[in-house]
């Protein structure tokens, strides 16, 4: 039995369901402005907290959870940073 690439791909194509993209999805733009826009909300919370525990002798607990806090948006952050600059530099290699 001989199937030609051209009918395989016929009968592959006309059994994949078709589907439009959801009006739902964010957009790259939208997740990176709400991942900064978190970033710089855990920065401004974790300072009052700290001049909070400086100035008034506040929960040092919370002060060292904010600080924890405030070092895994950091550190997410910057690895976020790390991978996109590594995407490009790989978008950079392709030959055209």
Do not use: C, W
């Amino acid at each position: 039995m001989d199937i030609s690439t051209t009918l395989a791909a016929r009968a592959y194509a006309g059994n994949r369901t078709a589907t439009a993209p959801s009006e739902t999805h964010e957009t790259t733009q939208g997740l990176f402005s709400n991942a900064a826009a978190a970033l710089g909300s855990t920065l401004k919370q974790s300072e009052a907290t700290a001049v909070q525990a400086m100035t008034t002798g506040a929960d040092p607990y919370a002060l060292v959870q904010a600080l924890a806090q405030t070092e895994l948006a950091v550190e997410t952050a910057a690895t976020v940073r790390d991978r996109v600059v590594e995407a490009y530099q790989e978008i950079l290699r392709m030959p055209v």
